[in-house]
Structure formats: C-alpha cells, structure tokens
Nanobody, 126 residues
Framework: QVHLVESGGGLVQAGGSLRLSCAAS????????MGWFRQAPGKERDFVAG????????YYADSVKGRFTISRDNAKNTVYLQMNSLKPEDTAVYYCAADYVLGELVTHVPDIYDNWGQGAQVTVSS
C-alpha cells in the first residue's frame, strides 16, 4: 500500500526558507514521478513542482521558479521541496503525490497522480 508522509511545514516570515520532505513507503519509489502541489483556502489544488523517476528532469510552476527546488533521494525513498524567498502568497497546505510512469516523464496535472500524502501546512507571514 502506497504511503506518503509530508513533514517540515510551519510558520515562517516572508523572505525566509523551509524544506519540506515526503517519505514514501509501500511501493518501488524509483518507478514513480513525484510532484508537489499546494492548496490555499477556497482555491483549487495547484501544481508546484515535479521530478522524474531518476531526478534528471524537473518542472516548476512559473510562480515558484528560481525560488523553489525539488529533489529526490531514491536510496531514502524521499522527495524534498526546498523553498526560499517565501512570500505570503505561498501560504497553503502542501501535498506530495506519486505517479507510476515509464521513462523520465514529469506531469503537472493533479488528476494524473494516483497517490497523495496528507499534506503539510506552510504559513508565510508578512
């Protein structure tokens, strides 16, 4: 059974940094594209960043390019999201998600992902 657990969320001032982690279990992690999404109150769940199975391909939403970095450690079955220069509009619940893929594909479409974590709250104060 696929299990994804996010950690590392919290409260930070604007301009600060946080690193989210997502620990995976119950599946062959290296066979899955991994993504980070976020959902603010009253809004839809939006794509933030994605990474291919080997980590060779990454993809970012325009709103986070240059500030956020996604990475993965297949030996530790963990995907990370380093968030720098945080802004109040980054406040949301952040979810990691896993999608079984062939090759080095990265998708930004939430409906494609089959497996989701429970979410981690990130709050950025102004």
């Amino acid at each position: 059974q696929v299990h994804l657990v996010e950690s590392g969320g919290g409260l930070v001032q604007a301009g600060g940094s946080l690193r989210l982690s997502c620990a995976a279990s119950g599946f062959i992690f290296s066979n899955y594209c991994m993504g980070w999404f976020r959902q603010a109150p009253g809004k839809e769940r939006d794509f933030v960043a994605g990474i291919s199975r080997s980590g060779g391909n990454t993809y970012y939403a325009d709103s986070v390019k240059g500030r956020f970095t996604i990475s993965r450690d297949n030996a530790k079955n963990t995907v990370y999201l380093q968030m720098n220069s945080l802004k109040p509009e980054d406040t949301a619940v952040y979810y990691c998600a896993a999608d079984y893929v062939l090759g080095e594909l990265v998708t930004h479409v939430p409906d494609i992902y089959d497996n989701w974590g429970q979410g981690a709250q990130v709050t950025v104060s102004s």
